[in-house]
């Protein structure tokens, strides 16, 4: 292999090291490093070869399904970049403990197995092309810290050391490597900002926009849609619990209206501290349940539903939790899919007292929703009466519908649903709502969630999709703050009224592979060793196919089945160079390949070094090319031999095995 002692397994340490997976990395190191110790070598023929390419873009094939299956696709293409190490490693390792040391192009390319083009003979060494491989790994699962670019450099360092030019100074050559470094670190910090966007276009442009996840800060609605509302029916949450389920799911609150938007002022996230195998959000209260929600955070960070009155979650795999004073959750650094316990009651302690921004009513708003709490007779002093008259309100005369005609463009819809149309979806009658009630001095907010009221018997859970996806008003009765959903009863059926008739089949498919999923990234206990075993046993039974025929007395066994004699190359003169030149002491080591040992010794000196070079490549030809040699070609190889061994020991050029 063309690289230094140590640089692959030093850069397979690196990767394992970045990318959390240390023992893999440093198992694949010990396997190829370990060249070194062990003797042993294998001809593997290039149709051995073949296999263990096959075997690779198997695993590779593998990986990109699953990645894309249980990830965003940018997600899963920097997850797949990942991996790669572990794709291409059997090539690699087999190529350590060959004989020849490369690997025939054939190998690599199914179209050359069976022609007779040129290329097809040709041989490669992918030490090199591994290496880089194994940084470009490490570097998708890296923050690019200035500590990953200094690895990153020190390696590449070690790795060109090795090959600079003869009689290069040692210093100047240092010099350079340090300044053209120093130069990088300026032109990556831009190449790392346009790597991530063109990912997100390429994802974009093959797989389509992913569903886009919850802000705690913002959200946009849907007040001014034209048209048809298209909801996902794809499964975005699962619940299961004892009895009967919370009817609705948190994702988020916000308490500042503006225009389509609704905002969380003054509701930072802050970090809470984890208790046990869990985080308290609250005090814990009497007559608690306990729900286990699971749902995807592909890009590892997200906000979680929860059950209103939620004071403890449990068993979530997460670096960190904050949460807002509004009461939205976040999760940071969680695997693609997570599962959690929640305990809840139907306490509201946990949500933040009202201040002014739960009172504030925009400008355009402020007037017409004053004058309808004025003829509704809504009182701040009583906040419950307020509550119930709301309710009465928007439970007559309104209707839900996802469709909306194009109107006068200069009217606003929200004010348009509440005094003309009076039909909308939840958004319509969430943000009148919150904005009804606060017209009427009672403080309010608005909450974005899930409403849960499908099981599916496939799973045996509560499922949310996302046409469940809803938006209802939190408010302020004077000692806690109570749910207020005035969406007419009925909407679900409305949003499943447009359910694909495949939707049976396609969610066997997404349960399957939730289960993946969940079986991949929950708890090591979930997998069990068994499961890990069966992998090793896998593993071990696949490198004995590969390798099983590939000794040298199964390769002559072979070779002679097909009529080719003997070993082609045994009375190869170039036996006689190594044998002289190893009593000078520059004897080929056992890990060594012809191209690597013909390297040391020529910069040792006192050789031919062109000489050498060409009777090397001669003797690879007659040893390992299926077309053998020429004549000429044969006698080329005889004299170079003969010569070298010439010069280094005249008095035995006569006695050399195998002259003529």
């Not at 490669?124 to 998708?140: N, Q, R």
């Not at 036996?575 to 002289?580: A, C, K, M, P, Q």
Request: proline residues 5%; hydrophobic residues 45%; positive net charge.
């Amino acid at each position: 292999m063309n690289l230094s002692a140590g640089v692959l397994g030093g850069a397979l340490l690196f990767w394992g090291w970045q990318s959390g997976l240390l023992m893999v990395g440093a198992l694949l190191a010990l396997a190829i490093e370990g060249r070194r110790w062990v003797g042993t070598r294998w001809t593997i023929l290039p149709e051995h070869f073949g296999r263990i390419s096959d075997l690779s873009a198997v695993l590779f094939l593998a990986m990109a399904v699953y990645a894309y299956a249980t990830s965003d696709p940018s997600r899963a293409f920097l997850k797949l970049s990942i991996w790669q190490p572990v794709v291409f490693a059997p090539l690699v390792v087999a190529q350590a403990y060959s004989v020849e040391g490369r690997i025939h192009l054939s190998a690599l390319f199914v179209f050359l197995r069976r022609s007779d083009h040129d290329w097809s003979k040709l041989s490669i060494d992918l030490a090199a092309g591994f290496f880089v491989l194994c940084l470009l790994a490490a570097g998708a699962a890296n923050v690019r810290t200035p500590a990953f670019y200094a690895a990153v450099v020190t390696l590449t360092g070690a790795a060109l050391w090795g090959r600079r030019p003869a009689g290069a100074s040692g210093v100047a050559w240092a010099a350079l490597f340090v300044s053209a470094a120093a130069l990088g670190w300026a032109g990556q910090l831009g190449l790392n900002q346009l790597q991530a966007a063109l990912e997100r276009r390429a994802a974009e442009f093959v797989f389509g926009v992913s569903r886009p996840e919850a802000d705690a800060n913002r959200t946009t609605t849907a007040l001014g849609h034209i048209g048809e509302l298209q909801q996902s029916d794809d499964i975005v949450v699962r619940l299961t619990t004892e009895g009967a389920p919370p009817p609705l799911l948190r994702v988020a609150v916000y308490n500042r209206f503006a225009g389509l938007r609704w905002e969380a002022r003054h509701s930072p996230m802050i970090a809470i501290g984890r208790y046990g195998p869990g985080w308290d959000l609250a005090p814990p209260r009497r007559g608690a349940r306990r729900a286990t929600l699971s749902t995807s955070m592909p890009g590892g960070t997200g906000l979680l539903p929860l059950p209103p009155g939620a004071f403890r979650i449990e068993n979530l795999s997460a670096a960190l939790v904050g949460r807002s004073r509004l009461g939205a959750l976040r999760a940071d650094d969680v695997p693609p899919v997570v599962v959690y316990d929640a305990h809840y009651t139907a306490s509201r302690a946990a949500d933040g007292a009202p201040d002014a921004d739960d009172l504030f009513l925009p400008n355009w708003h402020g007037a017409s929703f004053k004058k309808l709490a004025h003829e509704l007779k809504l009182e701040p002093r009583k906040p419950s009466e307020t509550i119930g008259r709301v309710r009465v309100f928007f439970g007559r005369g309104f209707a839900y519908s996802t469709y909306r005609e194009a109107r006068d463009p200069k009217a606003d819809p929200l004010e348009e649903f509440v005094f003309k149309t009076r039909t909308g979806h939840c958004e319509h009658f969430a943000t009148s709502t919150v904005l009804l009630l606060r017209a009427a001095g009672v403080p309010a907010r608005y909450v974005t969630g899930f409403s849960v009221q499908e099981f599916s018997r496939l799973e045996n859970a509560w499922v949310a999709r996302g046409r469940h996806a809803h938006a209802w008003a939190l408010a302020w009765t004077g000692k806690k703050w109570l749910e207020v959903d005035t969406t007419p009863a009925g909407w679900e059926d409305v949003e499943a009224s447009g359910a694909s008739a495949f939707r049976p089949m396609l969610d066997g498919l997404a349960w399957f592979s939730f289960r993946v999923s969940r079986w991949w990234w929950g708890p090591e206990g979930e997998r069990g060793p068994l499961a890990w075993a069966a992998v090793a046993l896998l593993f071990a039974f696949l490198v004995w196919r590969l390798l099983r025929g590939a000794t040298a007395p199964a390769v002559a066994a072979k070779l002679k089945g097909r009529g080719a004699g003997p070993v082609r190359g045994a009375d190869s003169e170039w036996y006689g160079v190594e044998r002289t030149l190893a009593a000078r002491g520059l004897g080929r080591q056992d890990w060594e390949t012809n191209a690597a040992w013909v390297d040391r010794v020529t910069k040792a000196g006192g050789v031919d070094a062109a000489l050498l070079r060409a009777a090397a490549a001669l003797h690879a030809r007659y040893r390992f090319d299926p077309e053998g040699l020429d004549a000429e070609s044969r006698e080329r190889l005889r004299k170079a031999a003969l010569s070298l061994i010439s010069q280094q020991a005249p008095s035995t050029s006569q006695g050399i095995a195998g002259s003529r």
